[in-house]
């Protein structure tokens, strides 16, 4: 089968921007990818599929739509391009890939409703705007009004508001910014969608608009410094935006700044065991590794244990890249229980993640093999409230 | 195969708080945001892959008080060829007789074989207009279908029927078909698929284009008034660890007669 029996001229065109020529078929890709023995992804045939279709060079067996729609399956962890000695890229090509199946409509239902729940309520659950800071109330936090200047915003994001267990973090983190006397707004009602797995989907019309309308809304505050608890908001705030001089910060990084400026008032000490678990968009897409580990040595009591695969060879917990609204065809084992039995093997008592995604595929998991008496999972903002404050 | 699909835009109400207008025969709507009518979508998409199989053309028709465009684009970006929309502030006050002929004076010259309406609305659910409109054409139509095939100038379809049971119908064309929820996946449709459908014919009518008049437009229905159901049931949440609450489960059990 040749090129144009499965993609049209537009479609080849996005293939054909992508590097993947150099490709040695060395099959690192394969092997690191988190699906790869749980699902029928193979990123190494994809790329090696996709090159032979772009240099129009026949095919056998026929490269076929079901298993271009493995690319469902990815997590974008990000392990693929940095295993990769050749610089590959492997992600791209499931993205281009992505976008292709979604132009054409042809995306998993349940990844279809999430996007359009974006599209008209600015959040994947399609719940209405106006309860996204229900979480706030109480708490007294300046929401940014018409006219005000902002010098920290804090970018909840949808999971974060919305997610009865992840609305901890946000009302941990506010604890903590308060306790360090530290001037912050939220956009409240305002806040709309990052876009990173809309991003990482391939839609990018709907990220366009996204893009265009949080940008808006940060030049009409004035904002200076945005702060996400959820990795996912940070990187594409980081990355795929362009706000210019507004620093973006994940709340690790914020904190081991308040930590190195003697700000934080550890007044609890926690004897614990504590392993750290490396979100991939905070670890793999952006490097961050010793803030969340410096900000758990620095608290009074804490034995911080490294897992297994720690770093830049952590564990995806399965959810990221729109993952988290695929459907299984079957039962599959997730990444989250390997990486639960990983913590629990070292004697962790806490499992700390940085990432709402994380915290409730992580916990989940912990449900799901028993280990609640074993192994707590929380956010690093929720043990840091925990050793500032005696309750 | 020339299709034509009936949709309508309908409020999304899963999230919102109803308020009934001082008229009391009135849901105020106006923050409430609008999107294609379910059912509607489920017809679309069966449109779109009967066209993919045997060629031909979609024409969407939707009749609307309020402004439709975005449920438009998202027919045309799915597949439909062209749209005609016939807005005006008047059609809020018509029931589904009207509607049905606002639909009858617009569609009755033109060629189709085959037109597709949803199985019924979100908003009123009377699951009329369709059928109202076969009428009002004098062709056959099938109700409540979950499953079509065509043959040799037929339609084969499967009827869903209460307690599991189908019904196979077989009606020659042209004919109206309502379509049912599940007989399909429908497909997504992309903003950048959106943006492209604003390329595709979109003919714009209103009542006067069309020389419809008051006279013309008779509702067989008229709303009394509009109520909010009375809560008679209540959720209690039990709190305390798994002792306390299974005692309490027992005790409410026993008060209402389930235990002895």
């Excluded at chain 1, 614990?272 to 678990?277: D, N, S, V």
Aim: with cysteine.
């Amino acid at each position: 089968m040749r090129a144009e029996g499965l993609f049209g001229k537009e479609e080849l065109e996005i293939l054909k921007n992508l590097n993947f020529n150099l490709c040695l078929q060395c099959g690192k890709c394969a092997a690191s990818c988190p699906m790869f023995l749980r699902t029928e992804l193979n990123p190494r045939t994809l790329v090696r599929k996709t090159l032979y279709f772009t240099s129009q060079l026949t095919l056998y067996p026929p490269f076929s739509i079901s298993e271009i729609n493995n690319v469902w399956t990815c997590t974008t962890c990000n392990n693929c391009i940095i295993y990769c000695p050749r610089d590959v890229k492997p992600l791209n090509i499931i993205l281009g890939l992505r976008a292709i199946l979604l132009e054409r409509g042809n995306v998993p239902s349940t990844i279809g409703e999430a996007l359009e729940n974006i599209y008209k309520f600015g959040n994947p659950f399609g719940i209405s705007s106006l309860k996204r800071a229900e979480w706030a109330r109480g708490l007294n936090i300046k929401k940014a009004s018409r006219g005000s200047k902002i010098d920290l915003l804090y970018f909840v994001g949808c999971i974060t508001s919305y997610d009865n267990r992840a609305q901890s973090i946000a009302r941990s983190m506010v604890a903590i910014l308060k306790n360090s006397e530290v001037d912050f707004s939220i956009l409240g009602e305002n806040e709309n969608c990052c876009g990173n797995e809309v991003y990482y989907l391939g839609e990018r019309g709907l990220f366009e608009t996204i893009i265009e309308k949080n940008i808006e809304r940060f030049q009409q505050y004035e904002v200076s410094k945005i702060v996400a608890t959820c990795p996912h908001c940070f990187n594409v705030l980081k990355n795929k935006y362009k706000v210019g001089d507004i620093e973006i910060l994940h709340h690790t990084q914020l904190l081991s700044d308040l930590i190195d400026k003697g700000m934080m008032n550890f007044s609890q000490r926690l004897n614990k065991k504590i392993a750290f678990h490396d979100p991939c968009y905070l670890g793999k897409h952006n490097n961050i590794f010793e803030e969340p580990r410096k900000i758990l040595e620095s608290i009074p009591g804490v034995t911080l244990l490294e897992l297994e695969h720690s770093r830049r060879n952590s564990l995806c917990c399965g959810c990221g890249g729109g993952r988290m609204w695929y459907k299984d065809a079957g039962e599959i084992s997730r990444p989250s229980e390997d990486r639960v039995k990983e913590a629990v093997d070292i004697g962790a008592e806490i499992l700390a993640v940085a990432c709402p995604l994380c915290l409730s595929e992580l916990e989940d998991a912990v449900k799901k093999i028993g280990y609640e008496s074993k192994l707590q999972v929380l956010d690093i903002a929720e043990v840091v409230h925990k050793s500032i404050s005696a309750s | 195969m020339n299709i034509i699909v009936c949709v309508k835009s309908v409020p999304i109400t899963t999230e919102a708080e109803l308020v009934i207008d001082r008229t009391g025969k009135a849901v105020i709507l106006e923050d409430t945001p609008f999107d294609i009518n379910e059912w509607d979508e489920y017809a679309l998409e069966e449109a779109v892959r009967l066209k993919e199989k045997f060629g031909g053309e979609i024409t969407v028709v939707t009749v609307s008080p309020r402004d439709v465009k975005e449920v438009i684009l998202k027919c045309l970006a799915k597949g439909a060829d062209r749209a005609i929309k016939i807005v005006d502030r008047s059609i809020a006050e018509y029931d589904a007789y009207t509607i049905a002929r606002i639909l009858h004076t617009a569609i009755k010259n033109m060629r189709y074989d085959l037109i597709l309406c949803g199985a019924q609305a979100s908003d009123d659910g009377y699951a009329l207009v369709g059928v109202m409109l076969a009428s009002l054409l004098r062709i056959p139509y099938v109700t409540m279908v979950k499953g079509l095939e065509l043959a040799n100038g037929y339609v084969i379809t499967v009827r869903e029927l209460e307690e599991g049971f189908e019904e196979i119908v077989e009606v020659k064309l042209p004919a109206l078909l309502t379509i049912q929820t599940g007989i399909n996946e429908p497909r997504y449709a992309s903003i950048m698929a959106m943006r492209r459908a604003r390329q595709k014919e979109i003919i714009s009518l209103d009542l006067k284009s069309m020389n419809l008049t008051e006279s013309d437009l008779g509702n067989w229905i008229e709303i009394q008034e509009f109520l909010i159901p009375e809560r008679k049931k209540k959720c209690i949440m039990l709190c305390g660890d798994a002792n306390e609450v299974t005692t309490k489960v027992v005790e409410i059990l026993k008060q209402r007669g389930f235990l002895k």
